[in-house]
């Protein structure tokens, strides 16, 4: 299974970016998909999660303003982000946990990352 993260960029204070995260290879079914941040110098942090039954969870810092969706038929996971703070600067990791096929666990995995600087 592999993750590929798109939709980085450099935006100015106030602007919006789209992340897309696009899951491939062997996948039955994809029972949560979520968005975490790592800006230099910090440890990862979650900023939006969403379960198969379209169950959604934000980080404090980012209610209001990101907003996370999926598209089972594509098994894509998309992060709106409005309202865009310096703060909100960092590489931006997808993750997903699949499960392959009948009979296998559920595995998480994690797309490679984009960056994302909120700068004017």
């Known amino acids: 299974v592999q993750l590929q993260a798109s939709g980085g960029g450099l935006v100015q204070p106030g602007g919006s970016l789209r992340l897309s995260c696009a899951a491939s290879?062997?996948?039955?079914?994809?029972?949560?998909m979520g968005w975490y941040r790592q800006a230099p110098g910090k440890q990862r942090e979650l900023v939006a999660t969403?379960?198969?039954?379209?169950?959604?969870n934000y980080a404090d810092s980012v209610k209001g303003r990101f907003t996370i969706s999926r598209d089972n038929a594509k098994n894509m996971v998309n992060l709106q982000m409005n309202s865009l703070k310096p703060e909100d600067t960092a590489v931006y990791f997808c993750?997903?946990?699949?499960?392959?096929?009948?009979?296998?666990?559920?595995?998480?995995?994690w797309g490679q990352g984009t960056q994302v600087t909120v700068s004017s």
């Open positions: 993750n997903a946990v699949v499960q392959s096929s009948y009979g296998t666990a559920p595995r998480g995995y």
């Open positions: 290879g062997s996948i039955l079914s994809i029972n949560f």
């Open positions: 969403i379960t198969s039954d379209v169950s959604t």
